[in-house]
């Protein structure tokens, strides 16, 4: 299993950088607290469009996105620490692998 697992990791490296997602830092932007930036200046998101959540709702919103880019990577780092010999890890990595995936497509 080691093999197959060593080969799947190595797919899900390539996705990342394969990953069509901008490259870069991302922030939420200080003044509007509902935009999210790359520290290159780049529109990545602007959550305040909605009329149907609050403000507060929408600035957290806004810090989820920003945060993407590290959970993802968070997120890949996690799956190469699994043991899939364990139970438990086989589940927490099947969670990892079903978020990673919906992430960066499957």
Known sequence: WRQSFRNLFFNYKLKIIMSKYTQDEWAVNSASRMEVNSFKGIAI???SMSQMINTEEKAANAKLIAAAPDLLNACFNAMGICNLSNDADKYV????????DKAVGS
């Open 45 to 47: 998101a602007d959550c």
């Open 93 to 100: 990595f099947e969670q990892l692998k079903a978020a990673f």
